[in-house]
C-alpha cells in the first residue's frame, strides 16, 4: 500500500505574513460577550446518555448519530455561521481534507466522581465541532495554495476509509477508551505514514490516561518534548516563543486580566486539574524519524478556530497570532516530513 503520506503532494506555500503576524482578517459576526456558548443550537455543553449509545449532543445543542454522520457540513455550527467554499470542478480528490475521529470515552455518561469545568470525560471528540474544522480548511485554502475539502470529514478509527486520509485530528482524549480493532486500526494507519494531531486535554491526569491508550498502539514508544526551536514553528509561520507564551485558554474562562510576566497570575479563570498549567507539544516518532503523533497538551488551539467570529480581542489576541499559525505550520510540516 502507497505510504499515507505521499497521497498527499503539496505544492509551494503563498505567504500573506508580515512580522511574524499571520494577517487574518476576521470573518463572523464580532460578538462582544465571551461567554456566550454557540448560537447553533441550545448551547452548553454536549454528551450523549449512555455509553453504548451512538447519539450524541454538541456544544451547540445539536444531535448528531456517530454512526451515520460522515462530513462536517452536515451538522449545524455552534459558534457563528461557518463558511462556504467551493473548489473547481474535476478535482474533488486533489485536496486536503480535515479529518476529525469519533471515539468513546471511559465514561461518556459523565464523570463518576468530582471534576471542574471543562474537565473530565464528558468532553468528547465532538469539542468545538464543526466549527472549528471548517473555519481551519478555509484559512488554510486562503493561506497557502493547498487546496482544501469544503465538507470536511468525520469518521472512525474502524472505518475503511480511513486510509485515504493521511491526517487525523483528535480532540479532548484524556479518558479515551479505544476497543481492540481501533488500536489494530490505528496502530496500521500510523505505521503506513498516516499522522494524528491531538489537542485540548489538561492536567496529568487527563495525560496518563492518554498515554496508557497510546501505549496499546505502539508499544514501547516514548515521546520527544518540541521547543518552539523546532522546524514546526518556522516552516511557514515564524512563531516566536517562548512555549508558554503560545498557550491558547478556552475563550470562555479567559482571564483577560492575566499578565504573564507575573507568576501568580493565571491564563484562564478555572482549575483544570493538577498538571494543567503549563503547555506542552510532544511528538511520537516512526522508525524513519517522522512524526506520527503530534499532541498538543494544556492548550485549546481549536478554540482560536471556532470562536474566532465571537469576540474580537480573542481573535486577535489567540486566533490570529497563534492558533491559525501553528495550525497551518503543523499542517505543512506533517504533510511534507
Not at 468545538?128 to 475539502?149: E, G, K
Not at 514546526?232 to 478556552?250: A, D, H, S, W
Not at 475563550?251 to 504573564?260: A, G, I, L, N, V
Not at 485549546?300 to 490570529?320: I, L
Request: proline share 6%; glycine share 8%.
Amino acid at each position: 500500500m502507497m505510504t499515507l503520506r505521499k497521497a498527499l503532494k503539496i505544492t509551494s506555500v503563498l505567504l500573506f505574513a508580515a512580522g511574524g503576524v499571520a494577517g487574518f482578517a476576521q470573518f463572523g459576526p464580532n460578538d462582544p460577550n465571551r461567554f456566550r456558548f454557540g448560537s447553533g443550537g441550545s448551547g452548553g455543553y454536549g454528551g450523549r446518555g449512555n455509553y453504548y449509545s451512538p447519539i450524541i449532543r454538541t456544544e451547540g445543542g445539536v444531535l448528531v448519530n456517530e454512526d451515520s454522520v460522515r462530513t462536517a457540513r452536515e451538522t449545524a455550527p455552534n459558534s457563528t455561521d461557518t463558511p462556504t467554499w467551493i473548489n473547481r470542478p474535476g478535482f474533488e480528490n486533489d485536496v486536503f481534507t480535515f479529518a476529525r475521529v469519533i471515539f468513546k470515552s471511559k465514561d461518556d455518561s459523565g464523570y463518576l466522581g468530582t471534576y471542574n469545568w471543562g474537565a473530565g470525560p464528558h468532553l468528547n471528540w465532538w469539542v468545538d465541532f464543526p466549527d472549528a474544522d471548517l473555519n481551519f480548511s478555509l484559512r488554510l485554502q486562503q493561506m497557502t495554495s493547498i487546496r482544501t475539502d469544503p465538507d470536511g470529514r468525520v469518521l472512525k478509527l474502524t472505518d475503511p476509509n480511513l486510509n485515504n486520509y493521511p491526517f487525523l485530528y483528535m480532540t479532548h482524549p484524556g479518558y479515551i477508551k479505544l476497543s481492540d480493532a481501533e488500536v489494530t486500526a490505528l496502530s496500521r494507519y500510523l505505521r503506513n505514514g498516516g499522522v494524528l494531531l491531538i489537542n485540548d486535554f489538561w492536567s496529568a491526569l487527563e495525560w496518563k490516561n492518554f498515554e496508557t491508550q497510546m501505549q496499546r498502539v505502539l508499544p514501547g514508544r516514548t515521546w520527544t518534548e518540541l521547543e518552539t526551536d523546532h522546524p514546526i514553528f518556522n516552516c511557514v509561520y515564524k512563531i516566536e516563543g517562548p512555549m508558554q507564551r503560545l498557550q491558547v485558554p478556552t475563550m470562555q474562562f479567559w482571564d483577560r486580566s492575566f499578565d504573564p510576566n507575573n507568576p501568580n497570575s493565571r491564563l484562564q479563570q478555572v482549575n483544570r486539574g493538577e498538571g494543567s498549567e503549563k503547555k506542552h507539544i510532544r511528538a511520537w516518532h516512526d522508525d524513519r524519524q517522522r512524526i506520527s503523533i503530534l499532541a498538543i497538551h494544556n492548550s485549546d488551539v481549536a478554540d482560536g478556530w471556532e470562536r474566532e467570529g465571537e469576540y474580537e480581542d480573542y481573535f486577535k489576541t489567540f486566533s490570529e497570532k497563534i492558533a491559525y499559525p501553528l495550525g497551518v505550520n503543523i499542517v505543512f510540516y506533517l504533510m511534507t516530513h
